[in-house]
């Protein structure tokens, strides 16, 4: 089946204080969808004058949650999991024509993944506990927790509502209040996301803001009252994130990309059976989210032993994807989140073929009858080499590069030769090889005979260039909060000193 | 004459010249990688975003001095980038966002004779 376009109101303002504010300035920016190419409404084009109000109502709003108890707090994140759940097909469908994606994936994957987030962390905080020492006879030291203030959060365009609950679930769980800025190429749907919460959250708890990086970002970056920043994006803007933190000095979390290596050793040919098949479909994950994804699978290492029936056997999946229309049920890829974004693909698939990499399939924009303004690309795989451009550089986009290796550690090599290390997969049947691949690839996350499930309570973060810090796991509660240290004396003595 | 590594279009200027002029100070450009709004050059005051002690300088556009990663340099230093302006809505802080258009990196590979006589790089 297939859905119709969602209607959306003709302008959207920012979130602040529980309440629908107008910008300051009264400034708005158009927003279109990738899907159609056209203009779905206008959204709140905001400034520093928009953060500093944001903040403001952030500390108001701290000024009750930050001493709420965790049984209330872990109440209210139940509660917007629950309102989620009760609007998730409006909400995913929000979502689809606001970021490009198939509808399959946010109904069956962004948004149950964003209700299970605030149930995750809606659960952890009843059941943790700071601890005590016994020093000695007469002396305790207890470490107890306490939330930072403010928070900002500027979060990417690639899953808009599901990387905004990320960040915002364990941001309020631990007891802060957020200032959160969406994309600008998808400010939508978190709006849309809001308004179905709002009235089970207390004002002031999450407020938005839109507006682009340099008027709105920035001095929500460099707002002097801020306790911490959240960053998920390219690096560069992540150096100037860490550099504007360092004004105020407060912690930063970074997620900055990859160019995730999945590798495939010989013995998954083994036997043709259901695991050579979901290994397979392990390769062909790269077209995910038409590889729009952090952990995009984008360099599969092959052992050379398998490459020509491995290989055949992929290209026919591949071209088993059901490609077409976002809103059809059926459809496996939709559009790319912007009409920068596909020609910068396209731009790669030239450098690639100019890099003298074998094209195996795709290479091309994607007709899309419903939608010729859409901005679609056929799922490309290359062969070539680890020193090529398309190897090391993150296109964001359905394009795979393959390589081969002779043996185990010369993959471990090839999957190590990258600036990055968020994101990696191992696929083999033998346990010894695992742990070997495992254990050795620089990378936060390493799936091991699985790839792109990200489950609450498995964390997520980056070696190397890929950022700074944790996310999807209950250690991220300490991302967010202070530990403070009561040390107390029972001895009725002076120490004798003076 | 040695080849440039990093030129600009007459459009990427204009757009220079008015950012400069509505901004009213000195800009430069740092190339960005990873995901996102990555493999975008992006345009900042001189003096807001801090230049890495490693960073290789590639060279001039329109007065303005354009710098990348030294990671970054490993693999792309075999590409002449050409900046230009195009239509786009991106997430960055790089200065032209909210007019509308982006910078964009047009990668082509040197020729034999180009790559012999490329400018010099200073790299620590």
Redesign the interface.
């Known amino acids: 089946m297939a859905y119709t376009k969602p209607e959306f109101k003709a302008q959207y303002e920012n979130f602040i204080g529980g309440e629908w504010i107008a910008p300051v300035d009264g400034k708005y920016f158009e927003a279109s969808s990738p899907i159609d190419g056209k203009v779905m409404t206008k959204v709140a084009q905001s400034n520093k004058k928009d953060i500093a109000l944001a903040v403001e109502a952030g500390y108001k709003g701290f000024e009750t949650w930050g001493k709420t108890s965790v049984t209330e707090r872990s109440r209210v994140l139940n509660a917007i999991a629950d309102k989620l759940e009760e609007n998730l097909e409006k909400l995913a469908l929000a979502e689809t024509w606001d970021n490009g994606k198939a509808i399959r994936e946010t109904i069956n994957a962004d948004l149950p993944l964003t209700i299970d987030h605030f149930r995750y962390f809606a659960s952890v905080i009843r059941a943790e506990s700071g601890t005590v020492s016994d020093l000695d006879a007469n002396t305790v030291s207890q470490e107890v927790h306490e939330p930072l203030g403010v928070v900002g959060q500027i979060i990417p365009w690639n899953f808009p509502i599901l990387m905004a609950a990320w960040k915002l679930a364990p941001a309020i769980a631990a007891g802060n209040c957020v200032v959160l800025k969406p994309a600008e190429q998808t400010p939508i749907s978190i709006l849309i996301m809001m308004e179905v919460i709002a009235d089970v959250l207390p004002a002031g708890v999450i407020n938005i803001v839109n507006g682009f990086g340099p008027e709105a970002g920035k001095p929500l970056a460099l707002h002097p009252d801020l306790k911490k920043i959240g960053f998920t994006g390219e690096t560069t803007t992540g150096k100037l994130i860490m550099q504007y933190a360092s004004e105020n000095i407060i912690p930063v979390t970074l997620e900055l990309g990859g160019k995730s290596p999945n590798v495939f050793m010989e013995s998954i040919m083994d036997k043709d059976d259901a695991f050579f098949d979901k290994a397979i479909e392990g390769l062909v994950l790269f077209a995910f989210n038409q590889g729009e994804v952090c952990t995009c699978p984008s360099r599969a290492l092959i052992q050379e032993s398998i490459y020509e029936p491995f290989m055949a056997r992929v290209l026919e999946r591949i071209k088993a994807i059901k490609r077409g229309n976002p809103l059809d049920t059926e459809c496996m890829m939709g559009a790319q989140a912007s009409n920068d974004q596909y020609e910068k693909i396209l731009h790669y698939i030239d450098i690639g073929t100019a890099e003298g990499a074998e094209l195996l399939i795709g290479g091309n924009k994607e007709e899309v009858a419903e939608y010729p303004d859409g901005c679609f690309i056929q799922p490309t795989i290359f062969k070539g080499n680890n020193k090529m451009r398309i190897f090391q550089e993150e296109i964001f986009g359905p394009v795979l590069s393959v390589a081969t290796f002779k043996d185990i550690d010369e993959a471990i090599e090839i999957a190590n030769d990258t600036i990055y290390g968020l994101g990696a997969g191992v696929w083999t049947r033998d346990v010894h090889e695992m742990q070997k691949l495992t254990r050795s690839i620089e990378a936060g996350r390493v799936w091991a005979n699985c790839y792109h499930a990200y489950p609450s309570h498995a964390s997520f973060g980056g070696y190397k260039k890929s950022g700074i810090g944790r996310e999807t796991h209950m250690m991220m509660l300490n991302n967010y909060r202070h530990t403070k240290n009561i040390l107390t004396s029972y001895d009725e003595n002076a120490l004798g000193f003076f | 004459m040695s080849t440039k590594r990093v030129e600009s279009t007459e459009a990427a200027n204009s757009i220079i010249d008015q950012l400069r002029k509505e901004h009213e100070c000195e800009l430069m450009f ?11 050059p ?1 345009c ?1 005051e001189v003096g ?3 230049i ?1 002690s490693r960073d290789v300088k590639m060279g001039e556009i329109h007065g303005c001095e354009f710098f990348m ?1 030294p ?2 340099f490993e ?2 230093q ?2 002449h980038l050409t900046i230009d302006i ?10 032209e ?2 007019l ?1 258009l ?1 910078f ?1 990196a ?4 040197y020729t034999d004779e180009e790559y012999k006589n490329l400018e010099p790089i200073e790299i620590d």
Not at chain 2, 86 to 95: E, I, M, T, Y
Not at chain 2, 106 to 109: Q, T
């Open positions: 740092h190339q960005s990688g990873g995901c996102c709004d990555g493999s975008a992006m900042f807001d975003f801090m890495g990663s990671e970054q693999y792309m075999g590409t195009v239509k786009g809505r991106g997430s960055s802080f790089s200065l966002i909210p509308g982006r964009i047009i990668s082509r590979l």
